[in-house]
């Protein structure tokens, strides 16, 4: 009964959004929840890392930092202080594939919010100054990043599972690159990747969409053109690449292979097969790893979708003795899911946890602003969330069993390692996937 309620909630709730096509280019969103106490408001580009020249590999990270040191109207510390008293709900973010400036606040303070962002996006200073210690803000992150096992896994993994193509580069960029990005380097990049044509305002909560689009009128471009996505699909290696760590107490482990991408009808299906393999605790290496052999305090299998590629990681960490074993029991398991599928309860289980993460998340503006956002870049337009349901519903295990056997293939399975590889004697030899 809960399940037919929410449905009609959602029926109810698709009627409240409204889009709009600006003359300039310029795409306005809105989900009104009259209900709501709150509002979230998001600016989001249609660039990210992955479009950004080689020479400037970083340049995009750069701008998300260096628009809060200063805009036409506001100092930093101005910025910073309204943000405080807005609330301190600022998300900023820069993705392989995107860019955005997200706020949540109160109702009333709506047209703050949005002459906040607007400034952000469409005034920042970027004073020479400014360049020179943000770039060294960003020096450190990357060293920060560096000292993390995790993050450093994570940049590993792309550079060689993207050898030669720009998902294989750092979204902050590295040290050399960052000595390129000067006020005119920097200020011309952001005038010609940020134009109307390549924004998105979406917004969600207590709010009036005519309204939202009166603001978005009054915005004031540096340029009203520029450059647009044009972005080459990816051509996947799989690499095994270990690198020692010895000072590491633990081994870090990576898997990593192929799959859907955000606009095939699978993905559906590629996310229930993800959660059954090891996204959440019930999941079959959650279980085995941790609650039967005690061999990885975390293990977990995550899915990314691109616009035209995707892929799913396994990772986890462990002592060196213990790599070799707990690598020998993920690939056991991959091998039982390509020979046997999963069960029904598997599938039901992971689809209640899907609807139920959809359903619950229409409770949160800020989610809901950001997934007007993503449908809009990736798809053009929205997705109802009846739809979704009823996606997710139709899976079926002959649809898992044909993720597992197109996409769990020895030769296209990359395994990145770093820590104490002495014991751990690891080599592609450990990565087979039969075929049934």
């Known amino acids: 009964m809960l399940f037919r309620n929410s ?3 959602a029926l109810f709730m698709k009627e409240k959004i409204q889009r709009s096509l600006l003359p300039d280019g310029l795409v306005v969103i809105s989900d ?26 970083g340049i995009t990270h750069f701008i998300e930092h260096c628009v809060f040191k200063g805009t036409d109207r506001y100092t930093a510390r101005e910025l910073a202080a309204l943000q405080d008293r807005l609330g301190g709900n600022l998300d900023a973010f820069t993705s392989y594939e995107e860019t955005g400036f997200i706020l949540k606040v109160t109702k009333d303070r709506f047209n703050d919010a949005f002459d906040l962002l607007a400034q952000l996006i469409t005034k920042p200073q970027f004073s020479n100054t400014d360049c020179l210690t943000e770039r060294n803000v960003i020096t450190e992150e990357i060293k920060m990043n560096e000292d993390s096992p995790e993050e450093l896994l994570d940049e590993l993994f792309h550079k060689h599972f993207f050898p030669d193509h720009p998902l294989g580069l750092p979204i902050t960029g590295t040290p050399e690159s960052l000595t390129r990005f000067d006020s005119k380097t920097v200020a011309d990049y952001h005038k010609k990747a940020f134009h109307p044509g390549n924004l998105i305002i979406a917004a969600a909560g207590n709010l009036e969409h005519h309204k939202l689009v009166e603001l978005a009128e009054t915005l004031d471009f540096p340029s009203n053109n520029g450059f647009s996505p044009a972005d080459e699909p990816p051509q996947p290696a799989a690499p095994v690449y270990l690198e020692s760590r010895p000072e590491l107490e633990q081994t ?20 229930i097969f993800t959660g059954i393999t090891g996204g959440c605790v019930s999941s079959r290496l959650w279980q085995k790893v941790r609650e039967e052999h005690g061999l990885a305090y975390n293990i977990g299998a995550s899915a990314s979708f691109y616009s035209d590629f995707g892929f ?21 398991e991959l091998n039982l899911l390509v020979r046997e599928g999963v069960t ?34 990736v798809h053009g337009h929205q997705i109802p969330v009846e739809e979704s349901l009823e996606r997710i519903a139709a899976v079926s295990l002959d649809d898992i069993m044909q993720i597992a056997r197109e996409f769990l293939i020895t030769d296209k399975i990359a395994l990145i390692a770093i820590g104490d590889l002495k014991e ?11 075929k049934y």
């Open 7 to 9: 449905l009609s909630v």
């Open 32 to 57: 009104q929840m009259p209900e709501a106490q709150s509002a979230t408001l998001g600016f989001f580009c249609r660039l990210g890392a992955r479009n950004e020249p080689k020479h400037l590999n």
């Open 252 to 271: 870090h482990l990576m898997l990593a292979m192929p799959l859907v991408s955000a606009r095939d009808e699978r993905r559906y299906a590629a996310e």
């Open 312 to 332: 799913l990681t396994i990772s986890a960490a462990t002592s060196p003795e213990s790599a070799r074993d707990l690598l020998k029991i993920v690939v056991e």
């Open 344 to 377: 029904s309860d598997e599938l039901e289980l992971m689809k209640d946890q899907l609807r139920a993460s959809i359903l619950l998340g229409l409770e949160d503006t800020a989610n809901r602003a950001a997934t007007l956002a993503q449908f809009e870049l």
């Open 424 to 434: 751990a004697n690891l080599s592609r030899n450990d990565l087979e996937i039969r």
